[in-house]
Every structure is written in C-alpha cells, then in structure tokens.
C-alpha cells in the first residue's frame, strides 16, 4: 500500500483545528519515534525509513514498526509497511541485533481525527515537534499504487476546504528538520 499523504505548515492553527473538531472528534496523542538507519547512512541515503514508534494516548500505549520504501513522486508519497509490536524494548535489542545503528530520536505532540472523504478513510494529523517552530498538518489515506493520483486530489481538495494553499506544502521529513536543529 501507498501512504498517500500530504504534509503542510500551519498558518493558523486555531482555526484549522477549529475546522477539524467540526468534521471528526480529535485524539491527542504523544508519539516517542525512534529511527534506524545502516551504519553507512544508506537507509536514509535511499530516502527509505525504519521507526519504532511508541504512541501514548489517552488511554492507552502502543507501538509500531514501520518501514517505508523511497518515494514515488514528488508529492513525498511512500509504500509503507507497518506491524504492532507488543514488546518495544525487544525490537530495540533485535534491530541493534541485527546491525542497525540509532539515527535519531525525537517526539511529536500529535491530534489525530479520522473520517471520510469522496470514500476514501482519511486520516489528519495536526503536529507540533516541540524542537521545530510551528505547527503541520499531515493529511493521509492508505491507497494502491494505481490510485495514487485520484487519492491525492482528494486529498488536496480536503486540505484546500481548512484553507491551506499549494504553498503550505512541504515535503522535509521531521528527521532532517530535528537533525539540522540540532546541528
């Protein structure tokens, strides 16, 4: 499957959050992201990702491993591979295991709000890293390939009814931003 997603800078968060509670309750959530990478850099060299994510949410905890392939198109668009894990620290171990090397970690203050549009599940994530300025919005649905491009026309067109302009747009990944702070 392809995540085709969009992510986009926030002008105004307060009313696009505004926006969002009108269409789907929202669920905050803290996502702890942990990326690996090959000790040559060559996973990410390749525009690919490896992340153990460990989601707390109102009422509960769980993690996820989650690989995804290099992108298809400019949108940022990538194939992504995902599984729950029940035991975090044991995948942590066997990735280590296994050659792989931390690359980065960090955490993101997420709302997520999920609904339905032109029949598609969409999936809007408003997104605060608290080492980045600003807030995004990440605005996803899970298609296959050959749909790739009707998916991301509904998906601008959502994200053109809360305001946000071609121009919003970004596709810097969260782990270069972080890393160049950081830097």
Do not use: W
């Amino acid at each position: 499957m392809i995540e085709a997603e969009l992510k986009a800078v926030v002008r105004d968060p307060e009313r696009v959050a505004a926006l969002l509670d009108a269409r789907a309750e929202g669920h905050p959530q803290v996502y702890e992201d942990t990326y690996y990478d090959l000790p040559d850099g060559s996973l990410m060299a390749g525009d690919r990702e490896l992340r153990l994510r460990t989601v707390h949410g109102e009422h509960d905890t769980r993690s996820v491993l989650t690989y995804k392939d290099a992108r298809v198109d400019a949108s940022g668009s990538k194939p992504e591979h995902e599984t729950r894990v029940d035991e975090p620290n044991a995948v942590h171990a066997m990735l280590a295991g296994l050659g792989y090397v931390r690359a980065i970690a960090f955490s993101k203050r997420c709302r997520n709000y999920e609904f339905e549009h032109a029949g598609r599940r969409m999936l809007a994530t408003l997104v605060q890293v608290p080492e980045l300025d600003g807030t995004f919005l990440e605005l996803e649905t899970l298609v296959e390939q050959e749909q790739l491009g009707p998916a991301l026309d509904d998906v601008r067109a959502v994200l053109a009814s809360f305001g946000i302009a071609e121009k919003d747009l970004t596709t810097e990944l969260y782990t270069d931003a972080v890393a160049a702070r950081r830097a």
